[in-house]
């Protein structure tokens, strides 16, 4: 399983981007899907997932009510679409796919807030 993000850049506060992972290769079961986020000197967090089973979605305290997780089942393809960006929100943001045969990361990309 490959996964590959794209949408990240540079953006003003207050302003919206959407991230995209588009997912290839055969996968088994796939449990769950999320977006984690890494700032510099921090550790890796949640940002949002969904329970693949259920379609339950879980989003961190710091960004709810603004970003939206979603995936195109036709297209392999998670989304995640972030508005009212604040400069707290900068990181490389990563998706991921939690399945029965493993767990899967994408490379990364980069957004950055500023004010």
């Known amino acids: 399983v490959q996964l590959v993000e794209s949408g990240g850049g540079l953006v003003q506060a207050g302003g919206s981007l959407r991230l995209s992972c588009a997912a290839s290769?055969?996968?088994?079961?796939?449990?769950?899907i999320g977006w984690y986020r890494q700032a510099p000197g921090n550790s890796r967090e949640l940002v949002a997932a969904i329970t693949v089973d259920s379609g339950s979605t879980i989003y961190a305290d710091s960004v709810k009510g603004r970003f939206t997780i979603s995936r195109d089942n036709a297209k392999n393809t998670m989304y995640l679409q972030m508005n009212s960006l604040k400069p707290e929100d900068t990181a490389v943001y990563y998706c991921?796919?939690?399945?029965?045969?493993?767990?899967?990361w994408g490379q990364g990309t980069r957004v950055t807030v500023f004010s």
């Open positions: 991921n796919e939690n399945t029965m045969s493993g767990n899967y």
């Open positions: 290769g055969s996968t088994f079961s796939i449990i769950g």
